[in-house]
């Protein structure tokens, strides 16, 4: 049963003090709230919002932004507690180590590249599709074929992820202070868009704030939510299930949070400001989400807003088009800051499982100058890169979500695993209400993934299956806590 066998708490925070493999501790409690904030605050708030109110929910967008932000506090609680008490890069992959055992660790590390390098893919071709816009408006055309969803070989997605390679490859203080500028832009121009959006406010597009619900049959087949195949429960527009039924939409723009403790090993102070890192990120964008929901319902009938580019649409609704372009840099800054901190997560999460011996061990080397994981982001940056350039990847993006959910769902769990195998750990942050928060949260996160198509479940089980045989090919041969327990039984 060694793939079942746990890697200690000691042990591991034993590994970070390895000549080699140490990363350098330069971050504060203010770096990892703005890594939060990063990462968050990206697509969501400038498309989602619109696509959601006039689908879905109406004016209660809001109401739905207020339960995914819930559903990912209860997360939340149970992250700052593992990342407090087990300090070491790797996030989940590290938690799920210490509680469950090397071959689940495994899987939620692989799960992992679902979260981090897909979604990262994901949001670069994002970023191409806004920087070309913004530059049409500058008189600069690039073709279709170069840039946005539908390229051929996308250009300025490669860029980007090459820049942002760079970036992270010359020190995470580098990488900190990068994202401080450009997250101040981003916000800068949030506020900007609530402050002027204000002025153009009208009280009757919120009425009614909850609409009456509408039938809603989603699409049969594999396409189609697995609660509908399960339970029969047909999806409606607005009312209170069209509410519900929006957060599993919206539940996109909260990843990210989670990212934060894959910091950890590069945090000051990690007990203390790991938790303020990611409950404070979190409970400041779902201000601003619902912040701008509420703007952007109220200056326009839900009914007409754009799926597009709703928030600029909006302006241009009430002769304010200045607005498209400030929008335009607000995106593009936010997704920079987004493809950044998911890319210096799936980086940590590799080092830490090739230090583990999952991976080559090659990958795991710390640069001697810029004391960062340079080797696994590259590698990281190389196979973004590739996937923004070639690939279409819209249709896969609900793998992003469901690959975050269940790694929720493992982690709130493990606290209450680690309480009752471990109760001795010292715990500078403890989850409140333990075991009912944790239990609530993977109340949350389930209901959240029943709402996902069949088909991204059945995606889920192929990269799952994938992994599991990726593992017994190498993984489970190179395990290095597998080696020190083989090597410590024969010296008996």
């Given at each position: 049963?060694?793939?079942?066998?746990?890697?200690?708490?000691e042990?591991?925070?034993?590994?970070?003090?390895?000549?080699?493999?140490?990363?350098?501790?330069?971050?504060?409690?203010?770096?990892?709230?703005?890594?939060?904030?990063?990462?968050?605050?990206?697509?969501?708030?400038?498309?989602?919002?619109?696509?959601?109110?006039?689908?879905?929910?109406?004016?209660?967008?809001?109401?739905?932004?207020?339960?995914?932000?819930?559903?990912?506090?209860?997360?939340a609680?149970?992250?700052?507690?593992?990342?407090?008490?087990?300090?070491?890069?790797?996030?989940?992959?590290?938690?799920?180590?210490?509680?469950?055992?090397?071959?689940?660790a495994?899987?939620?590390?692989?799960?992992l590249?679902?979260?981090?390098?897909?979604?990262?893919?994901?949001?670069?071709?994002?970023?191409?599709?806004?920087?070309?816009?913004?530059?049409?408006?500058?008189?600069?055309?690039?073709?279709?074929?170069?840039?946005?969803?539908?390229?051929?070989?996308?250009?300025?997605?490669?860029?980007?992820?090459?820049?942002?390679?760079?970036?992270?490859?010359?020190?995470?203080?580098?990488?900190?202070?990068?994202?401080?500028?450009?997250v101040?832009?981003?916000?800068?121009?949030?506020?900007?868009?609530?402050?002027?959006?204000?002025?153009?406010?009208?009280?009757?597009?919120?009425?009614?704030?909850i609409?009456?619900?509408?039938?809603?049959?989603?699409?049969?087949?594999?396409?189609?939510?697995?609660?509908?195949?399960?339970?029969?429960?047909t999806?409606?527009?607005?009312?209170?299930?069209?509410?519900?039924?929006?957060?599993?939409?919206?539940?996109?723009?909260?990843i990210?949070?989670?990212?934060?403790?894959?910091?950890?090993?590069?945090?000051?102070?990690p007990?203390?400001?790991l938790?303020?890192g990611?409950?404070?990120?979190?409970?400041?964008?779902?201000v601003?989400?619902?912040?701008?929901?509420?703007?952007?319902?109220?200056?326009?009938d839900?009914?007409r807003?754009?799926?597009?580019?709703?928030l600029?649409?909006?302006?241009k609704?009430?002769?304010?088009?200045?607005?498209?372009?400030?929008?335009?840099?607000?995106?593009?800054?936010?997704?920079?800051?987004?493809?950044?901190?998911?890319m210096l997560?799936?980086?940590r999460?590799?080092?830490?499982?090739?230090?583990?011996?999952?991976?080559p061990a090659?990958l795991?080397?710390?640069?001697?100058?810029?004391?960062?994981?340079?080797?696994t982001t590259?590698?990281?940056?190389?196979?973004?890169?590739?996937?923004?350039?070639?690939?279409?990847?819209?249709?896969?993006?609900?793998?992003?979500?469901?690959?975050?959910?269940?790694a929720?769902?493992?982690v709130?769990?493990?606290?209450?695993?680690?309480?009752?195998?471990?109760?001795?750990?010292?715990?500078?942050?403890?989850?409140?209400?333990?075991?009912?928060?944790p239990?609530?949260?993977?109340l949350?996160?389930?209901?959240?993934?029943?709402?996902?198509?069949?088909?991204?479940?059945l995606?889920?089980a192929?990269?799952?299956?994938?992994?599991?045989?990726?593992?017994?090919?190498?993984?489970?041969?190179?395990?290095?806590?597998?080696?020190?327990?083989?090597?410590?039984?024969?010296?008996?």
């Open positions: 049963m060694s793939m079942f066998r746990t890697k200690p708490v042990q591991s925070i034993r590994d970070t003090e390895e000549p080699g493999h140490r990363l350098r501790r330069d971050l504060s409690a203010t770096d990892l709230v703005v890594f939060g904030v990063g990462v968050i605050v990206g697509t969501g708030i400038f498309v989602l919002t619109g696509r959601v109110a006039r689908d879905y929910a109406g004016p209660g967008v809001a109401f739905s932004f207020v339960i995914a932000g819930v559903v990912c506090a209860l997360a609680l149970c992250y700052a507690e593992f990342a407090s008490t087990v300090p070491v890069a790797g996030s989940a992959y590290t938690f799920s180590y210490a509680t469950f055992g090397e071959f689940p495994w899987i939620i590390g692989w799960d590249i679902l979260e981090l390098a897909l979604a990262a893919a994901v949001v670069a071709v994002g970023w191409s599709g806004y920087a070309q816009s913004l530059l049409q408006t500058m008189g600069i055309d690039l073709p279709d074929s170069l840039a946005g969803e539908n390229a051929v070989f996308n250009i300025p997605a490669v860029l980007v992820v090459l820049l942002v390679t760079a970036v992270l490859v010359l020190g995470v203080r580098l990488s900190a202070r990068f994202n401080q500028v450009v101040a832009i981003k916000v800068a121009v949030i506020g900007l868009v609530i402050v002027a959006g204000l002025f153009f406010v009208r009280a009757d597009n919120y009425t009614p704030l609409p009456p619900a509408q039938s809603n049959p989603a699409t049969e087949g594999i396409k189609a939510p697995l609660m509908q195949v399960l339970f029969g429960i999806p409606v527009s607005y009312g209170w299930l069209g509410v519900f039924a929006a957060v599993s939409i919206v539940f996109f723009a909260y990210g949070f989670d990212i934060v403790a894959s910091a950890a090993e590069e945090s000051r102070n007990q203390r400001d938790p303020i990611i409950i404070g990120s979190l409970a400041l964008c779902t601003l989400y619902v912040a701008v929901s509420l703007v952007v319902v109220g200056m326009q839900y009914t807003l754009s799926e597009a580019a709703p600029a649409d909006a302006f609704a009430v002769g304010q088009s200045w607005a498209a372009t400030v929008i335009s840099v607000g995106a593009i800054a936010g997704l920079t800051t987004v493809v950044l901190i998911l997560g799936q980086s999460v590799f080092f830490a499982m090739s230090r583990d011996g999952l991976l090659w795991s080397q710390v640069h001697p100058t810029y004391g960062t994981p340079h080797r590259i590698a990281v940056g190389a196979a973004v890169a590739v996937l923004a350039g070639l690939i279409p990847l819209s249709a896969l993006a609900e793998l992003v979500n469901i690959g975050t959910l269940f929720f769902m493992l709130s769990v493990g606290v209450v695993v680690l309480r009752r195998t471990r109760p001795d750990l010292p715990r500078s942050f403890r989850t409140p209400l333990v075991p009912l928060v239990a609530l949260s993977v949350a996160c389930l209901f959240v993934m029943l709402n996902l198509p069949v088909e991204t479940w995606r889920f192929g990269w799952m299956a994938l992994g599991t045989l990726v593992y017994f090919g190498y993984g489970a041969r190179h395990s290095r806590l597998r080696r020190t327990a083989e090597a410590r039984s024969t010296a008996r």
